[in-house]
């Protein structure tokens, strides 16, 4: 399970962790059976490898620019800005990247490693199914067979996903297992990478997992903060007063606010979903309502119930109910570096209508959460202040569902 190494190998600054052991503090880690062993050592091993390896870094940066449309450029918000009356707004514009999400940015780091270490197949866990779309869309760019685990009952909810990952040449595998949601995904996906450990790669949606993969997803995101904050020293010559990200398992907002851990003045802000209000039980935060456990071989926060038992999550917002959050999240929250708040199904459908009205900007139900807490944080900053949102995903795929919400038929 874990080693007991006495060697202190604790990182000085906050932005170095992981430890030598996969640890951010008490999270994180490696908690796997000792037959998935193997896989993992070998994963690291490639990982640390390709980060040194300049043709490695070259691919990336080449795809990165010419498939996913990097860098994404950086806007200034002006009618949310008045109308919140406060902060200076400015989004991250990840929407803009192919598939119309920060995923993608993730999925073409590990299906690259996945081509260099000469692995021939793919597979991955999805909810929502934006995770599978993207994996699937990587795969079929590379020639690469993909398979795509998908609880049973969100293989019913996200119909429109599920052929679309079968258009773009990925097996679905339904998992009725549990309550046939992401949990029992993952839980699948990580059995099959344990059987077919020689040809098969294993793309993590989110930064969760056994290390390496909170580090390495973080490292792949990172791009989103990288670029960010050279274009906002760029067009203001100064940091933003904070970086504010919405967290589902934590990926957007680890790769925003990753680049910015050490500048101390720059507060970051995760912003979880509150579904129907924490109090209520039905929500998806996992560290404001949830406590320390662990799960897909790592320690963090997450939802369970009083004998350790995984609770499902809700929100309105598919991409943000996984029971759990990043282990490096939980790190930064009990070292007071990050502050995690959380937004309602409500507040998020109304900051939905209300960006793409003032912006023309249809934001995902996802980062529509992060907004209700940026309307907050301007009043509070002021207009001396400036913030920095990431607009991690378009809203396009959530207009059926906004629309019966809103109680209009399509
Ligand atoms: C999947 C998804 C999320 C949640 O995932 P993180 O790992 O927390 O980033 C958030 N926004 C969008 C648009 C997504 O597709």
Redesign the pocket.
């Known amino acids: 399970m874990s080693d007991t190494a006495s060697v202190d190998t604790r990182p000085n600054a906050l932005s170095a962790w992981p430890d030598a052991r996969g640890r951010f503090g008490d999270y994180g880690g490696r908690f796997v059976a000792e037959t998935l062993m193997p896989n993992i050592i070998e994963l690291e091993a490639a990982y640390e490898d390709a980060k040194r390896d300049v043709e490695f870094q070259r691919e990336m940066e080449e795809f990165l620019r010419d498939y996913v449309g990097k860098p994404s450029p950086i806007y200034f918000a002006e009618r949310l800005t008045e109308e919140f009356g406060g902060a200076k707004i400015w989004f991250k514009r990840d929407?803009l990247n192919h598939t119309g999400?920060?995923?993608i940015n993730n999925c073409l780091g590990q299906v690259l490693l996945a081509k260099r270490m000469g692995k021939t197949r793919i597979i991955a866990e999805t909810g929502?199914g934006?995770?599978g779309v993207a994996t699937a869309t990587v795969a079929a760019r590379f020639g690469l067979p993909c398979t795509v685990f998908m609880g049973a009952t969100d293989v019913e909810r996200q119909a429109p996903n599920v052929f679309r990952m079968k258009l773009l040449g990925a097996e679905v595998v339904p998992v009725s297992s549990g309550t046939g949601t992401l949990k029992d995904a993952m839980n699948e996906a990580l059995r099959d990478w344990v059987t077919n450990v020689h040809d098969t790669f294993y793309v993590i949606?989110?930064?969760a997992g056994p290390h390496p993969y909170p580090a390495m997803v973080r490292d792949f995101q990172s791009i989103i903060g990288r670029e960010a904050r050279a274009q906002i020293m760029d067009r203001l010559g100064r940091l933003p007063d904070a970086a504010v990200a919405?967290?589902?398992?934590?990926?957007?907002?680890m790769g925003l606010f990753h680049p910015f851990i050490d500048d101390e003045d720059v507060r970051l802000i995760g912003v979880e979903a509150a579904g129907h209000g924490i109090e209520t039980g039905e929500h998806a935060a996992s560290l404001k309502g949830g406590k320390p456990g662990i799960l897909h071989g790592n320690k963090t926060y997450l939802l369970q119930d009083d004998d350790g038992q995984i609770i499902d999550a809700h929100s309105i917002s598919a991409?943000?109910d996984?029971p759990g959050i990043g282990p490096e999240h939980a790190f930064l929250h009990d070292a007071k570096r990050a502050e995690y708040v959380s937004a309602t199904d409500t507040e998020a459908l109304e900051m939905f209508q209300l960006c793409t009205k003032l912006e023309g900007i249809i934001p995902?139900l996802?980062?529509a959460h992060a907004l209700a807490r940026v309307r907050d944080l301007a009043k509070e900053l002021g207009p001396e202040g400036v913030i920095l949102m990431n607009m991690?995903?378009r809203g396009d795929k959530d207009v059926p569902q906004v629309a019966e919400m809103l109680g209009v038929s399509l």
Not at 246 to 253: D, E, L, Q, T, W
């Open positions: 929407e999400s920060h995923k929502a934006q995770h949606g989110t930064v919405c967290i589902g398992g934590g990926s957007n907002a991409g943000l996984y995902a996802e980062p991690c995903g």
